[in-house]
Each structure stands twice: as structure tokens, then as C-alpha cells.
């Protein structure tokens, strides 16, 4: 009847567009309608969309997924184990723009959403314009107002973790009949006080006598039991603090009119903060502070035991190539480098972006007011006085930060002073520089036509934005190096297999398990050995030796007392001065020849 009449058709169109306005008319749909704060957006779900949307408006959702798609099996539908179709999207932005043309005060979550995005990607304002009159996003203002409301809880995390140091700095509080108990207790228990403290004293002096030097210097292994290991972290990772980190940024300012004034370059500094996912709060207390001069040369040489660590870490790297590349070892067992704090590592790292803060780094104003800005966030203690925490940078960034502390160092307030942040350099810069060693060493535009050099390699496989300069090209230049690696040994291993191609099966593999599984390890450990360099131990024991004759030889000498610079007084010969003498007639080796020139009388230095 509908397809045969004109009047049958009419009628119901009418009558679904009045029941249709009616239910968008008194439609309440929630997780459209909230805040858009950053944990309403945390929290969105397009499943409970839809369990509202079939509930309050059952007609437009049932016509907007029966026109999405043609084919009977396919819905716009959420299914029981939670699995989203790739249509409801669609679906929910579709709802989302009639809803918003009704009511585009309540009902505005998803323009809120794609404005943000559009004003994180640079789009300009007329897109914005075109976008609002289709009911995809707000306006210019709308924008802007959403991005402020959002940003206003961007150091939210932050602050939690300042307040739950702080609280952990603090103690418990005593309850009030506890502390007048101590109260009525404490002057009887002042004698009973001091003798402890005066056997305590007499004890300690005893024990730190008995202990000799040797025993302290000897370190106690961690026990193989990974129970005690995990035990150890959960004590230890409550609170692991946070560290915050900063580094120069440059906005180009593009001017429309360039007769009234120029582009101009502006230079600011982008900060973040970095939750550590390994404690180290519990070496607060330790004090490990020593001399310089105390430290042998042998605690900077490496030993037998870390050069077999080295090559065990080698073996291990190999045989995780081999095991990717070669088939034939796919199923072998790969031996994993593992330590006290390997499950800690594999979790992601919990970041905060503190924002763009709009002040010239290289000038004496702007590196106070950056390092003041960051300074808010440093916990404080107890009696007041910050908790110090590490304040990361590159190379220029930590030296602008050792002066600005210094500017400030005879302020009264320990926080006008900046003590709560230690400036320390940043492990993405150190591996950069080793990278350009590297770079500096072995690639060179003159190894072109060298067959198996890095340049050569560079040109035949495609790598074009591998450059000389590392900081231009820092994630190309590591996948450059790890493929350079990586063919090495597949070079390495076809060799030993006498194959041609790491795809065919090579006839000395054994079929059993056990032997494959060794045939991989002694495999790995040639390679190894094949690259492995010669140690001269001999050499670095007898340098460790001769520097503690020499430090046994120097025990009388006063001027190894101390590391500083000191000369000595020609007059007692026992006594040291802090600063050189002066003398105006004497003839030593600091003395510059002079050339006299004769006709003049005047000297002249050479």
C-alpha cells in the first residue's frame, strides 16, 4: 500500500516526523550532556550512549542504523562482550549533531571534542566557521573558552603527587590523649632517656671500633629469590616521587603586514613532569658524600666481572636477532637480562605537560622565572624547608640553571633560593652524543663506493634522512644503526650455517629440541667471540696496583689531603698557602723570557 500510494506514503512521513520531533523534543540523553572536563572525557563511553539513546529515542536511533548500512548482518550495535562496531561512531556523531541543533547549550560534548582537536592541529578560523554552521564543532570564542575550562586542570596529577609526599614528609599526627599522655610522662622519663642515650653512645663507639674497613667496603649480593625482590619494590615504590624537565622551544610569529613590523622568532621553554617508576627515596638518608682523592683508579677501571656481564649482555642481544630473523631458531629460548627492578621498567611512564611558559630562556629574567614556575611543584617538608627533586635538561639548559641558582644563592627564603630543584642533564642527550661519536667514527661522505660501509649501505637501502648530524636525525640514525646490526649477524650466522638466504633451512640443525636449543646458544656465543675484543687485564690490574702504591706512598704528603690547589711557603717549607706568593725579584719557571730591544729600553714579551 505504502509503494502503490502517494497519500499512504505522505501520511506516514508526517506521522514519523511528528513522532520523531516529539522524542527529540524530550530526549535525555546524560553522557551527551556532560562537562567537558578532562575526566568526563576519561570516562566516555560509547557503549552507554547507546543503552541511552534505544532507551529515550528508540524511532531516530532504529532509522539511523537501519540507514548506515545495506547489508542485513551488519549493525551499528554494541554486542555483549562490549565489542564496539565500526558504524556506532558514526551513529553517536549523527545523534550527537541533531541533538545539538535542538538544544546546542546542553547538548554539546562532541563539537567540544572535534573544536579542541581542530584547534590542536593549527586549523584556521574560517574552518571553524564553515564547521559550526554544519553543527560539527564551536565557534572561534566556543573554542577557545572549551580549551581554558580543560586546561585549567592540567597539573591536577602533579599536585596529588606533591600533596602525598608531603603528607608521607609530615608523619602521622598523635591524637590529643596520646600526646598529654606523653606530656605527663616526659619528666619522668628524662633520666631513663639520658642513660639510654649514654649506652647507646657508648655501643655504637664500641661497634664502630670492632668493624674494619675491609668489611665495609664488601657488598652483601642480592639474593637470586625473586620473592625478595618483589618484596623489596613494594616497600620501596609507595611514593617514588617525580622529576620535572624543561627545554628550550621556538615559535616563528608570522606577520601579515610587513610594513609595520617583521617576522619574529620567539624563544620559550616547554616543561613536563615524568612520575619515576623506580623509587629511590629510601637513599634520602644515605650519606655517601666522600673526597675525590679517596676514590681508587680501580673503582673506574672495569673488572674481569664487568666485562663478562658485557659479554653475556652481547650473547643475549644476538639472540634475540637470530631468533627474529631465522626461522629455523624461532622456538628457541632466549636468555633475558633481568634485574630487581625489570617488572617496574616494562610499565609506561606517567607524564604531566606543564605547559609553554613564555619566557626567554637565555636571558637572567627568563631562567628565574622558568626555574620560580617549576619551583611551585616541589614538595615541601618538614619545618618548612623543600623537598629537593631533579630537575632535568640539556647540556645549555643545566648550565642556565646552575647560574640562575647562583643569582639567588644569598636570599634569605630557602625557596627564593631554588634549592627544592637539582639540575641534571638528561639521558636523551647523552645517548645523542654517543650516536654522533659513532656517526663521527665510522660514517663518512669519502666511503661512498667502499662496498659495506655505512655510507654505502645508507645509499643502497634507502636510508634518506640518515644524516652526519645526529640531532636532525636522532629515530633515523637508531634505525639505521640497529639495522646495520642486525644484517651483520644474519651475515654472521649464514656463514656459520652455509647458507646463501636466512629463509632456507640449513642441514646442520638438528631436529631434536634439547641440541637446537644449544646448537643457538654456541651459535650466539661465536658471534660473539668473533667480534669480541682482546683484553689486556694484565694492564688494567697493574694500573690499579700502581695507584695504590702511589696512594700508600702519598699517606705523608700534605698536598694529597686534600684536592684542591695548594702551594707551598719558601720560607718554613712545612706550611701550606692558599693562594701563590707573590715575589717581585725572583727568577722561576713562571717567568716569561723577555727580549729587550736595545735602541728603546723597552721589553717586549715573546
Known amino acids: 500500500m505504502i509503494k502503490k500510494s502517494k497519500c499512504a ?5 508526517n506521522v514519523l516526523r511528528r513522532m520523531i520531533k516529539k522524542e527529540v523534543k524530550n530526549a535525555n540523553i546524560p553522557s551527551l550532556k556532560i562537562p567537558s572536563t578532562v575526566k568526563s572525557l576519561q570516562d566516555f563511553q560509547w557503549q552507554r550512549v547507546m543503552q541511552e539513546a534505544s532507551h529515550n529515542i528508540p524511532l531516530l536511533t532504529g532509522l539511523l542504523q537501519g540507514s548506515l548500512s545495506c547489508r542485513w548482518n551488519k549493525n551499528a550495535d554494541i554486542d555483549d562482550k562490549g565489542n564496539v562496531d565500526s558504524l556506532v561512531p558514526a551513529l553517536g556523531f549523527l545523534m550527537g549533531t541533531i541533538l545539538h ?43 577557545r573558552t572549551a580549551v581554558d575550562k580543560l586546561c585549567t586542570e592540567f597539573d591536577d596529577s602533579i599536585n596529588s603527587w606533591k600533596n602525598a609526599i608531603q603528607v608521607e614528609l609530615q608523619g602521622p599526627q598523635p591524637d590529643e590523649h596520646q600526646s598529654s599522655v606523653e606530656d605527663s610522662d616526659s619528666d619522668s622519663s628524662d633520666d631513663s632517656v639520658n642513660s639510654i642515650i649514654s649506652a647507646s653512645s657508648e655501643n655504637q663507639d664500641s661497634s664502630d671500633v670492632e668493624v674494619s674497613s675491609e668489611d665495609e667496603v664488601d657488598a652483601i649480593p642480592l639474593p637470586q629469590d625473586n620473592s625478595f625482590l618483589n618484596d623489596q619494590i613494594e616497600n620501596g615504590n609507595q611514593n617514588p616521587a617525580y622529576s620535572v624537565c624543561w627545554d628550550n622551544v621556538q615559535k616563528l610569529s608570522v606577520t601579515q603586514h610587513h610594513l609595520r613590523q617583521d617576522n619574529k622568532m620567539m624563544l620559550w621553554a616547554l616543561c613536563f613532569a615524568a612520575k619515576n617508576r623506580i623509587s629511590f627515596r629510601h637513599l634520602d638518608d644515605v650519606d655517601d658524600k666522600c673526597s675525590i682523592s679517596d676514590i681508587q683508579l680501580k673503582n673506574y677501571l672495569p673488572s674481569i666481572q664487568d666485562w663478562r656481564n658485557l659479554q653475556k649482555r652481547m650473547e643475549c642481544v644476538v639472540q634475540n636477532i637470530v631468533q627474529k630473523n631465522f626461522p629455523q631458531f624461532s622456538e628457541a629460548h632466549v636468555a633475558t637480562i633481568q634485574h630487581q627492578y625489570s617488572d ?28 620560580k614556575y617549576l619551583h611551585k611543584y616541589v614538595p615541601i617538608g618538614q619545618n618548612g624547608h623543600p623537598y629537593p627533586i631533579l630537575c632535568h635538561g640539556d647540556q645549555l639548559s643545566v648550565e642556565r640553571m646552575v647560574e640562575a641558582k647562583l643569582s639567588m644563592a644569598f636570599s634569605e627564603d630557602e625557596t627564593d633560593q631554588l634549592t627544592g630543584l637539582i639540575p641534571r642533564p638528561q639521558g636523551f642527550h647523552k645517548r645523542c652524543i654517543l650516536l654522533q661519536d659513532s656517526m663521527n667514527m665510522l660514517f663518512s661522505g669519502s666511503t661512498v663506493g667502499d662496498k659495506g660501509s655505512l655510507f654505502h649501505i645508507k645509499n643502497r637501502f634507502g636510508f634518506r634522512t640518515v644524516k652526519k648530524k645526529i640531532s636532525d636525525c636522532v629515530n633515523s640514525a637508531v634505525d639505521f644503526f640497529n639495522f646495520v646490526t642486525e644484517g651483520s649477524v644474519c651475515m654472521i650466522v649464514c656463514n656459520i650455517l652455509n647458507i646463501d638466504n636466512i629463509d632456507v633451512n640449513s642441514d646442520v640443525i638438528p631436529e631434536d629440541g634439547t641440541e637446537r636449543q644449544e646448537m643457538f646458544e654456541d651459535i650466539c656465543k661465536r658471534v660473539v667471540q668473533l667480534v669480541w675484543p682482546k683484553i689486556d687485564m694484565k694492564s688494567i690490574q697493574q694500573a690499579a696496583e700502581g695507584d695504590v702504591v702511589q696512594d700508600s706512598d702519598s699517606d705523608d704528603d700534605p698536598q694529597y689531603l686534600d684536592d684542591t690547589i695548594l702551594y707551598w711557603n719558601d720560607q718554613t717549607q712545612d706550611e701550606l698557602e692558599e693562594t701563590l706568593p707573590y715575589y717581585e725579584d725572583s727568577d722561576d719557571e713562571f717567568d716569561l723570557p723577555e727580549v729587550v730591544d736595545q735602541n728603546s729600553g723597552d721589553s717586549v714579551f715573546q
Open 9 to 13: 506514503r505522505d501520511a506516514v512521513m
Open 101 to 143: 541543533f535542538h538544544n546546542p547549550k546542553k547538548y554539546n560534548l562532541l563539537q567540544t571534542i572535534i573544536s579542541v582537536e581542530m584547534y590542536r592541529s593549527g586549523c584556521n578560523q574560517k574552518i571553524f566557521r564553515w564547521f559550526q554552521k554544519l553543527g560539527w564543532c564551536k565557534g572561534v570564542k566556543g573554542t
Open 344 to 371: 617496574i621498567s616494562e610499565t609506561k611512564s606517567e607524564i604531566v605537560n606543564l605547559g609553554v611558559i613564555q619566557e626567554n630562556p637565555s636571558s637572567a629574567r627568563g631562567k628565574l622565572e622558568i626555574l
